[in-house]
Nanobody
């Protein structure tokens, strides 16, 4: 499985972005999908997870609950991260990741997740 993120960029506070995670080499429906982010000088942290069965886990609830959501388009073999009401604390490199074995109950630890994209930069200006 190969993953390629796109859709990042510069946005003002309060704005929205939709990140794309295009998959190739396998069918994304077979995978649990996780979005992570890494801010400058900080470790990689989970943003949101979508299980193979379609359940959404928000392990970063305090930061993104009600603002971010994850989805998957089977026909396009692509996953999405919709981000609304962005603020400067959301500035980070965002990574799409996937695994067939370890689902959302393990996704808070990136070491369990096998497949990763290269990341896309999101910058939110004040």
């Amino acid at each position: 499985l190969q993953l390629v993120e796109s859709g990042g960029g510069l946005v003002q506070t309060g704005g929205s972005l939709r990140l794309n995670c295009a998959a190739s080499g396998d069918t994304l429906d077979s995978y649990h999908i996780v979005w992570y982010r890494q801010a400058p000088g900080k470790g990689r942290e989970e943003v949101i997870c979508l299980s193979r069965s379609g359940e959404i886990s928000e392990n970063l609830a305090d930061s993104v609950k009600g603002r971010f959501t994850i989805s998957r388009d089977t026909e396009k073999n692509t996953a999405y991260l919709q981000m609304n009401s962005l603020n400067p604390d959301d500035t980070a490199v965002y990574y799409c990741a996937a695994d067939t074995v370890y689902g959302c109950e393990y996704s808070s630890d990136p070491r369990f997740i096998s497949y990763w994209g290269q990341g896309t930069q999101v910058t939110v200006s004040p």
